[in-house]
T-cell receptor
């Protein structure tokens, strides 16, 4: 079955540490997205990528970085500059660069907590 | 400003009764509207979308939504609720400003179906 795989499911970060969240899709989708979900705040867009080797900042990109070296992979790094990283992180993809017209497919998320 | 609002944090419905989850939006131009559902510790699942055409849109699991342009609303409905419909529901709208094209999610409505 095609889908989006996020790993790990749970992740703990120490102060001053960078951590990387994995997102892999086998749907052959061009566009990929990272969202942050906090209770009562809905989803907020961190970064998105319309095509390989290209990505754009979303609404809350500060303290995060991404790369898109392969079509199927869009890892998110939460850097030590992100002072409040505790949240549920969701990766999504859609068919093509006009992805915001298309429904997005979501992974099952990574829950990041601070030690 | 482009926005989407879900005025109810929680909706309680008895099993077998009709349900409505409310959504209103504010965008420039024609809206593209979506409904997603999220079960605990899972990603979002696409239910239905409105792009153009009939104001009543049918989606997955017996859900439908009614687009009302004059009231700028896109309420989610189901004629007979099931306990398994209990979940968090998100309304989303495509917002386009200048070269920034993205989806804005509402804060979510938690639906409780009472046996």
């Amino acid at each position: 079955d095609g889908g989006i795989t996020q790993s790990p499911k749970y992740l703990f970060r120490k102060e001053g540490q960078n951590v990387t969240l994995s997102c892999e899709q086998n749907l052959n989708h061009d566009a990929m997205y990272w969202y942050r979900q906090d209770p009562g705040q809905g989803l907020r867009l961190i970064y998105y990528s319309q095509i390989v080797n290209d990505f754009q900042k979303g609404d809350i990109a500060e303290g995060y970085s991404v790369s898109r070296e392969k079509k199927e992979s869009f890892p998110l790094t939460v850097t030590s500059a992100q002072k409040n990283p505790t949240a549920f992180y969701l990766c999504a993809s859609s068919i093509d660069w006009q992805g915001f017209h298309q429904p997005q497919h979501f992974g099952d998320g990574t829950r990041l907590s601070i030690l | 400003a482009q926005s989407v609002a879900q005025p109810e944090d929680q909706v309680n419905v008895a099993e077998g009764n009709p349900l409505t989850v409310k959504c209103t939006y504010s965008v420039s131009g024609n809206p593209y509207l979506f409904w997603y559902v999220q079960y605990p510790n899972r990603g979002l699942q696409f239910l239905l979308k409105y792009i153009t055409g009939d104001n009543l849109v049918k989606g997955s699991y017996g859900f439908e939504a009614e687009f009302n342009k004059s009231q700028t609303s896109f309420h989610l409905k189901k004629p007979s609720a099931l306990v398994s419909d209990s979940a968090l529901y998100f309304c989303a709208v495509r917002a386009y400003m200048y070269r920034d094209d993205k989806i804005i999610f509402g804060k979510g409505t938690r639906l409780h179906i009472l046996p």
